[in-house]
């Protein structure tokens, strides 16, 4: 019988062993092709898939998942592939499209079939892959999957689609320099000298993400605005749609009596706007000040699983402003709910009717009764 | 008529009916429309009284005075009105965040029931004047029905949200002192009805018309020289008292200043082809008055209001709300020529459908439904939707069936204006009565 010191260290090797290298096995299974062996798949043209069995990562260090495939026909290594990534973690209900949902999918180009995907809070959490290499109808091997962290090298290999998933997951910070100013003078990468009396600004590299993937935008700003209630507004330019007060945000802060804060904190969340369309830029109107001047401290696209921290910033009174795409009976709900909400004036508004409407049932029934009688 | 139906429904129990349903279609609009001028409006007596202003504006102070009035007894049940009406003077005018600010509160439909209280209150003593101006005439109970439910004023005052009612019920009561020979009553409520509203300006000749009437048939010129001070002194006040006391208005990008200041400015200047046949319809108008003999002060203003407000709507109808201006002149001549009832109900339904069909969206929008919630708002308009359908055949489409409905519209005008100006003075109401019977 070995010894307990003896069963640590073969542990604590193999550990090691597995931790130094970050290999691990995963089983590879075939849709709509045929396995040949040794790892080796032939892809049929019409929508082919491996899926992978990944193993858990055992390090839970800040790693991701390397993917490689080699093309075996010569011929083809150097064509552009069309890939579709769908992943699954363990909480994922599994059930659509064969076990993965189109929420958990990424479309991109790939000539070398080597692609990285880092970010611990979605890799690490995959128990599933599904790789599909569309119109190709070729032959692959595929090579074990490796949890491995990230460096410049594999940077290069990250699907530009899998970056936006990561940042719309996540959130990221819009720089100061990305704001540029109208009805505003910049003076600094983030900093606004008042210009005219509609003053606003607008970050000026697309941010291509979907709304419904995005938890809001988050402001952080100091705006020394001498009047004691100040409006705001917020626009979205999307894929489809230019900058339009059909698709807005309305609010006001009110300082109270109180001295403005030296730095405002809004949170503006996107879910209320039901947008299936893709954002491209924001535009954020301020209220006019002569002598103005803005100040950015932070803006941030706030990712879904950051959200619950920025709930606090929500202003007050907001109004969202938008007609597409809204699911149906929300109209109804939010109306109800609307009403419900000041219910001292409802009860009041009910018992004037009610009043009115008895007083003329009343009358009309003494007329028919009055018509019989004769 | 019916003898059953004559005993079963006397006139006492009609009218209650008519005002208490009139009363419920009222009630049932107040809380759920708002248009931004109705902020603004409401912005502005919110700016005023917590500012201790009294001199706003040279324009439209009665109905300043009157919405303040209402405004100190409403106060105490509205929330946050520091915030919710906000204004930073002197632009007075709502922008579209003050719009979606206001209606993103849940006390939404509170304030705009509160607001339209002043317009609820003078719209039912517009009806009380009504009746009284057509007492005595069998028919009534008919014109009353015609201003209760007439789809003009209930939009302009509980769906677009205007102060109509005010302004027309001061006219009215001028009508109604001319009828009952109190010259100084009703110089003093023409007074206000040119304090609350710059078209009213247009019925400065119609008054003057009357009080020579009324000396020439009374062989009396003291009471109605005084009169005519009166409204000439009253008029020019807020220009005295900005001269001699260095008055400033307050707010200096009103709506109103850019609506009809003092007829010089916006619609005769903008629509260059409007002046002329304006001025030929009315002097037509005035010059077959004189000739007419007309002998009752309260006919000589009705017929002269009802004769120059007509003319200005041939070339459009402007704002949806302005034609409220017509609509009460309109009624009030019912009671020398009953019979253009029918006109006056044309005239009305003409107006509705041809802003129905206004595809713009400028008046009957979405908008005026953001209290509800803020997604009307961009939803397309009855006109659009009538052109995605319909409409899809240019023949009939939205912007061809408005203008047939503005003819329409014109026309009833033209039959009013006709039989107004064709009706002898022998005329008895007792004879129009019984053909209307």
């Known amino acids: 019988m070995k010894s307990l010191g003896h069963r640590f260290c073969l542990a604590l090797f193999c550990l090691c062993f597995f931790g130094a290298h970050g290999l691990t096995r995963a089983s590879v299974d075939v849709i709509n092709g045929e396995a040949l062996g040794n790892n080796h798949f032939q892809l049929k043209q019409n929508d082919p898939q491996l899926h992978f069995s990944v193993p858990e990562n055992v390090n839970y260090a800040q790693q991701g998942l390397l993917v490689e495939l080699e093309a075996l026909d010569a011929a083809l290594a150097k ?30 180009t790939s000539q070398s079939l080597r692609f990285y995907l880092p970010h611990p809070q979605i890799a690490s959490q995959i128990t599933k892959l599904r790789v599909d290499i569309n119109n190709c109808a070729c032959r692959f091997k595929v090579l074990p999957l490796q949890w491995q962290s990230e460096t ?74 001498p009047h004691p209630v100040h ?24 300082r109270g009596g109180e001295a403005w804060p030296d730095q405002q904190k809004l949170f503006i969340p996107f879910a209320p706007l039901h947008s299936q369309q893709r954002l491209k830029r924001l535009r954020f109107d301020l209220m006019g000040c002569g002598e103005c ?28 402003v938008n007609t597409e795409g809204l699911p149906k009976g929300l109209l109804a709900h939010r109306v109800i709910s609307k009403m419900a909400a000041d219910k001292g004036f409802f009860i009041f508004y009910a018992l004037v009717i009610l009043l009115v409407l008895g007083l003329l049932v009343y009358l009309l029934l003494g007329l028919f009764k009055g018509r019989r009688q004769l | 008529m019916n ?136 028919y009534r109970l008919a014109i009353l029905c015609l201003w209760l439910f007439n789809p003009v004023t209930l939009y302009a005052t509980y769906i677009f949200g205007r102060f109509e009612v005010i302004s027309l019920f001061f006219v009215i009561l001028s009508a109604y002192g001319l009828q009952q020979k109190r010259l100084i009553l009703a110089s003093f409520a023409f007074v206000l009805a040119l304090h609350a509203r710059e078209i009213n300006t247009l019925f400065l000749p119609a008054f003057f018309f009357a009080l020579w009437v009324w000396a020439r048939q009374n062989r009396s010129w003291r009471t109605p020289i005084l009169s005519a001070m009166i409204v000439l002194v009253a008029w020019r006040i807020p220009g005295f008292m900005e001269h001699w006391f260095g008055l400033q208005s307050v707010f200096i990008q009103e709506s109103n200043l850019v609506e009809i200041p003092w007829l010089k400015k916006s619609i005769f200047v903008n629509q260059d082809g409007l002046i002329l ?31 120059l407000i007509l003319p200005f709507f041939l070339a459009g109808l402007y704002s949806a709300h302005y034609y409220t201006w017509a609509i009460a002149p309109a009624l009030l001549s019912l009671r020398y020529v009953p019979r253009a009832w029918f006109a006056v109900v044309v005239m009305s339904f003409a107006w509705l459908a041809y802003w129905c069909f206004d595809s713009s969206g400028a008046h009957f929008t979405g908008l005026l439904l953001t209290p509800l919630d803020a997604s009307f708002f961009g939803r397309p308009t009855i006109g659009q939707l009538y052109n995605q359908t319909i409409g899809l055949a240019q023949v009939v489409s939205a912007a061809n069936m408005r203008q047939v409905f503005f003819s329409i519209l014109v026309a009833a005008q033209a039959v009013l204006f006709w039989k107004l100006l064709n009706a002898k003075h022998g005329d008895t109401l007792a004879k129009s009565s019984e053909t209307l019977r």
Not at chain 1, 82 to 106: C, I
Not at chain 1, 231 to 254: N, P, Y
Not at chain 2, 107 to 132: E, M, N, Q, T
């Open chain 2, 277 to 307: 046949p304006f001025i030929a319809v009315s002097s037509f108008a005035a010059l077959w008055m004189i000739q007419q003999h007309i002998r009752d002060s309260d006919r000589a203003f009705v017929t002269g209001a009802t004769a």
């Open chain 1, 152 to 225: 410049a090298e594999l940077a290069t290999l990250v699907p530009p689609a899998w970056r936006n998933r990561i940042r719309s997951f996540s959130g990221f910070d819009i720089a100061p320099e990305d704001w540029g100013g109208q009805g505003f003078v910049q003076v600094g990468p983030g900093q606004f000298k008042h210009g005219n009396w509609d003053p606003r600004i607008l970050n000026k590299d697309e941010i291509n993400l979907p709304f419904k993937e995005l938890a809001g935008v988050y402001f952080e700003f100091s705006y020394d605005v």
């Open chain 2, 3 to 138: 003898p059953i139906i004559n005993n079963a429904i006397t006139t006492k129990q009609a009218l209650w009916i008519c005002l208490l349903l009139a009363l419920l279609i009222r009630l049932a609009l107040m809380p759920f429309f708002l248009h931004m001028d109705l902020l603004s409006e409401m912005r502005r007596i919110h700016y005023a009284s917590e500012n201790a202003v009294y001199y706003p504006s040279f324009t439209r102070i009665s109905i300043f005075y009157v919405e303040r009035f209402f405004y100190f007894f409403t106060k105490p049940f509205m929330v946050s009105p520091d915030t919710l009406f906000y204004l930073s003077v002197p632009y007075a005018s709502a922008t579209t965040t003050d719009h979606f600010v206001f209606t993103g509160d849940a006390s939404v439909f509170r304030h705009l029931f509160l607001f339209k209280l002043p317009y609820l209150v003078f719209d039912g003593l517009c009806a009380w004047l009504i009746w009284l101006f057509f007492k005595g005439q069998p």
């Open chain 1, 231 to 254: 409006h705001f507004e917020l626009f979205w330019q999307t894929d489809r749609h230019g900058i339009s007060a059909k698709r807005s945000v309305h609010f006001a802060t009110d």
């Open chain 1, 79 to 108: 064509k552009e592939y069309s890939v579709e990534l769908f992943w699954a973690a363990k909480t994922d209900t599994l059930g659509v499209s064969r076990g993965f949902s189109k929420q958990h999918r990424v479309e991109f």
């Open chain 1, 293 to 320: 001047t803005l100040v950015l401290h932070r803006t941030r696209l706030v990712g879904k699983q950051e959200a619950a921290k920025y709930q606090d910033f929500i202003p007050p009174r907001i109004q969202f």
